[in-house]
């Protein structure tokens, strides 16, 4: 079975610093993972997709994410946050095949000025 | 990016009435589309999955009398929900994917509230 685990419920950063939302999954077979970005009273708008290709993915609005399988984890990164960073971040999974993505419980990123 | 519409984005309604919401893919055919609830600080709860032409598959706990859902095209589903009540007061997303290891895009979400 698929599962997600964010390992943050809440990150704070300053403008300008680095960004990393941590997530950590479990599946059978080979996984689609997926960052998902949500601003309040909003839909989810795709951050950035792994499917078997490169490990290293890049993303919208800078972002990147590398897929390590021996460590199961698809952590989220930065190099500058910015103050429209400031959301809720989803890490979804999603096997081959499979129709239904599994969610992450979310990590509510802050950003100080 | 491929587009999803829902409609409404914001919806009031008094209690024992009924609410539809819809969710359009707009420049590509959703074989299968996707109804969330979600609560205030909380990740998104599945709630069915539609297949165009087919019954809804409804997860767990979820009364499907009460959230009527049909996709009657591969551009279109829709949620109703009947004989509202004000514990049905939500946020609902619903997103659509095609085949393959694809995506899912989500419409904009619907706040209902039911008063």
């Known amino acids: 079975a698929q599962s997600v685990t964010q390992l943050d419920s809440h990150v704070s950063v300053s403008e300008g610093t680095p960004v990393l939302l941590r997530c950590n999954y479990s599946?059978?077979?080979?996984?689609?993972l997926f960052w998902y970005v949500q601003h309040p009273n909003k839909g989810l708008q795709l951050l950035l997709k792994?499917?078997?290709?490169?490990?290293l993915v890049k993303g919208i609005n800078g972002f990147e994410a590398e897929f390590k399988k021996s460590e199961t984890s698809f952590h989220l990164t930065k190099p500058s946050a910015h103050m429209s960073d400031a959301a809720e971040y989803f890490c979804?999974?999603?096997?081959?095949?499979?129709?239904?993505?599994?969610f992450g419980q979310g990590t509510r990123l802050t950003i100080n000025p | 990016g491929a587009v999803v519409s829902q409609h409404p984005s914001r919806v009031i309604c008094k209690s024992g009435t009924s609410v539809k919401i819809e969710c359009r893919s707009l420049?590509?055919?959703?074989?299968?589309m996707f109804w969330y609830r979600q609560f205030p600080k909380q990740s998104l709860m599945l709630m069915a999955t539609?297949?165009?032409?087919?019954?809804?598959?409804?997860e767990q706990g979820v009364e499907k009398d009460k959230f009527l859902i049909n996709h009657a095209s591969l551009t279109l589903s829709t949620l109703t929900v009947t004989s509202a009540h004000p514990e049905d007061s939500s946020f609902y997303i619903c997103?659509?994917?095609?085949?393959?290891?694809?995506?899912?895009?989500f419409g904009q979400g619907t706040r209902l509230t039911v008063v």
């Open positions: 539609s297949n165009e032409g087919s019954k809804a598959t409804y």
């Open positions: 420049d590509f055919q959703a074989t299968t």
């Open positions: 979804v999974v999603s096997e081959r095949g499979a129709q239904k993505l599994v």
């Open positions: 599946s059978s077979y080979s996984p689609s």
């Open positions: 997103s659509a994917r095609d085949l393959g290891p694809a995506e899912a895009f």
């Open positions: 792994y499917t078997s290709a490169a490990t």
